[in-house]
Nanobody, 122 residues
Framework: QVRVVESGGGSVQPGGSLRLSCAAS????????MGWYRQAPGKQRELVAM??????????QTIYADSVKGRFTISRDDANVDLQMNSLKPEDTAVYYC?????????????WGQGTQVTVSS
């Protein structure tokens, strides 16, 4: 049974930091690519950052959206994926979702968490 649980959202002022955590259950997750997406009001869900299962013994390979490079850091420990968000901007405001099985064709349905709200505002 698939279970993906996110935590760590909240409200912060511009320039502040938040850390999101994602815990996935199930024996297959160590072989999956995992990551974080976000969806702002009126916009499509977009990839923020992901970590591959390849080279997982050394932390995996990471991919970031251009808009968050240098500010966000994704890390992974087996089936747990964290997203450290620094220097937050108002445009980072969105619901953030973890996906526990990202395929070449996109995130796999049914492997989403419930989402956690991040609000950046002064």
């Amino acid at each position: 049974q698939v279970r993906v649980v996110e935590s760590g959202g909240g409200s912060v002022q511009p320039g502040g930091s938040l850390r999101l955590s994602c815990a996935a259950s199930g024996s297959i997750f160590s072989r999956n690519d995992m990551g974080w997406y976000r969806q702002a009001p009126g916009k499509q869900r977009e990839l923020v950052a992901m970590v591959t299962s390849r080279g997982l013994h050394s932390g995996g390979q990471t991919i970031y959206a251009d808009s968050v490079k240098g500010r966000f850091t994704i890390s992974r420990d087996d089936a747990n994926v964290d997203l450290q968000m620094n220097s937050l901007k108002p445009e980072d405001t969105a619901v953030y979702y973890c996906n526990a099985d990202i395929r070449p064709g996109g995130p796999r349905p049914g492997y989403w968490g419930q989402g956690t709200q991040v609000t950046v505002s002064s």
